[in-house]
């Protein structure tokens, strides 16, 4: 969760500076080149220390700025996975390539950010929010990430889970079910007899049903329970006592009588605990880790001072 936060922040970076780059100079500025806005090309430059302590291989420093191997690599990831997406033959892969982007990527984003800073801009208001709320983002993160990483669940939770739920942890059953719709019970116990005295429900259905599903002998294919948003007759075409090859008898529906006929069934079946063991422990530990989080929230709103003012809010 965290990398990919710091990456998402990084990608966008990463567009802006290369897209300016291009706007600037479509030719690469050689390896040695003074701060941009340096009034004297010439003048020594004032000595940049790395505000957080660098780990890493330093493969460069620009004014005693580090930049380290991980960066690198780092970088040169996003930029492949967005910039190189749809053009495999664009992606950095060689190690001239990555020398190639440090040097003229790089190290020209660290020029530019060590006078950017020299200038305050750092400083301005609306960079400052900007920055200051990226730090909280990611520091809420960073939080959620340690608080959560630790969260396991036992295999007596898992056991527990699975007896519990295992009714419900089944594969969707599916039914074939053909069907007859009529407007009055009349014609229903009509064409039930018919069908109890050997009718075959699928021509009877072509010529009598007034459902839409009659021009293909009421077949609705197989469906799932809910697709009809009908209970009724769910309750009849799910039934246990329902059998492959056997009809209903009459119900009424919304637009007319009904008559069902099960032609078969498929899915249904019951998940084995070694088969669902994987996803019930991601789930468990999904749902400890949110339980967590909102218990620590808990806890630090009983104890802050929080002051809503909703009409200030348009």
């Given amino acids: 969760m965290k990398d990919l936060y710091y990456k998402k922040v990084k990608i966008v970076f990463i567009c802006l500076v290369i897209l300016s780059f291009y706007l600037i100079s479509c030719d690469k500025l050689p390896f040695k080149i003074p701060f941009f806005g340096s009034k004297d ?11 957080v302590k ?3 291989t330093i ?34 892969t060689t190690k001239e390539q990555k020398i190639d982007y440090l040097k003229n990527e790089m190290i020209r984003r660290s020029l530019i950010y060590q006078d950017a800073l020299k200038r305050g801009l750092d400083k301005k208001e609306d960079i400052a929010r900007i920055l200051e709320k990226t730090k909280q983002d990611l520091l809420v993160v960073e939080m959620v990430r340690q608080e959560a990483e630790n969260v396991d669940a036992t295999t007596q939770e898992i056991n527990d ?31 039930l007899i018919q069908l109890l005295q050997g009718g075959d429900f699928a021509t009877i259905a072509s010529q009598r049903s007034k459902s ?6 009421g077949d609705l294919g197989f469906i799932k329970k809910g697709t009809k948003n009908f209970k009724e007759f769910d309750d009849i075409a799910f039934s246990d006592t329902l059998e492959a090859g056997k009809i209903s008898n009459i119900f009424k529906g919304s637009d007319g009588y009904y008559i069902i006929k099960l032609e ?10 070694s088969e669902m063991w994987d996803d019930i422990k991601r789930a468990l530990i999904f749902l400890k880790q949110q339980q967590k989080i909102e218990n620590i929230i808990n806890q630090l709103t009983a104890s802050a001072k929080i002051e809503v003012y909703e009409g200030a809010i348009q």
């Avoid at 580090?66 to 970088?75: G, R």
């Avoid at 839409?212 to 002998?217: E, I, M, Q, T, V």
């Avoid at 078969?264 to 605990?273: D, E």
């Fill in 59 to 92: 493969i460069a420093k620009v004014n005693n700025l580090p930049i380290t191997l991980e960066d690198l690599n780092e970088d040169i990831e996003s930029y492949n996975n967005l910039v190189a997406q749809d053009n495999p033959q664009l992606k950095i």
């Fill in 264 to 273: 078969a069934k498929r899915g249904g079946k019951q998940m084995t605990l």
């Fill in 212 to 217: 839409a599903s009659s021009k293909n002998g």
């Fill in 161 to 191: 889970y699975y007896n519990n739920y295992k009714d419900q942890l089944k594969e969707p059953e599916e039914r074939q079910i053909r069907e007859i719709v009529v407007p009055t019970e009349f014609e229903a116990k009509e064409i």
């Fill in 41 to 51: 090309a010439t003048a020594p430059q004032k000595q940049e220390s790395s505000p």
């Fill in 54 to 56: 660098v780990t890493g």
